[in-house]
Structure formats: C-alpha cells, structure tokens
C-alpha cells in the first residue's frame, strides 16, 4: 500500500508564498503520477497541478499558472508545489495524488492513493 505523507502549507497574507511536499513511500506503476488537488469549503475537489513520472510533462490549472511550480525528487520519492503570489481564492485544503498511467490528470477519481490533505490559508 503506496502512503502519501504531506507537509507545509499554513497561513500566509496575499502575495506570500508556501510550499507543499508530498513523500510517497514508494514509486510503483500505480502511483508515479502525481498530483496535487485541493477543496474549498462548499466547492468541489480540484486540479492544480499534476508531474509524470520523468518529471517532463507538468500540467496546471489555469488559476495557478505561472505563479505555483511542481517539481519532483525521484531520489527521494517527495513532490513539492512551490506556490508564489498567493490569493485569497486559494485557501483550501490541499491534498497530494497518485496515479498510474492513464486519465485526465485534473480528474481525481483516477487517482489511486491520497494523502492526508494540508490547510492553506491566505488572508487579504
């Protein structure tokens, strides 16, 4: 059973920066593909960005573009989503993702194992 263990996030004013990591406890053809999503309070779970497995294809959402990066560490197992210039609109609960080959990256119920989800707040 592949585990997702998550850290960062907290509070930040408008125009802060956070950063999220997520650490798998291993890489397997089910869940090399990884993401993060988030939830608002009354909204639905969302896609902000998603890395495959070489780390050469890297998708965001259009609200965090340019301003949140994902990268990842294969070495060590770990993803992080550098956010930048953050917005009210973006406090949530994030949460990281993983998958195997296959599906829309910003869909979550083809992701397979989840971790336990991180509260970002960001004040105005």
């Known amino acids: 059973q592949v585990q997702l263990v998550q850290s960062g996030g907290g509070s930040v004013q408008a125009g802060g920066s956070l950063r999220l990591s997520c650490a798998a406890s291993e890489y397997t053809d089910n869940s090399n593909y990884m993401a993060w999503f988030r939830q608002a309070p009354g909204k639905q779970r969302e896609g902000v960005a998603a890395?495959?497995?070489?780390?050469?294809?890297?998708y965001y959402a259009d609200s965090v573009k340019g301003r949140f990066t994902l990268s990842r560490d294969n070495a060590k197992n770990t993803v992080y989503l550098q956010m930048n210039g953050l917005k009210p609109e973006a406090t949530a609960m994030y949460y990281c993702?993983?998958?195997?080959?296959?599906?829309?990256?910003?869909?979550?119920?083809?992701?397979?194992?989840w971790g336990q989800g991180t509260q970002v707040t960001v004040s105005s």
């Open positions: 890395i495959y497995p070489g780390g050469g294809s890297i």
């Open positions: 993702a993983a998958k195997g080959y296959g599906g829309r990256w910003y869909d979550s119920i083809f992701y397979n194992y």
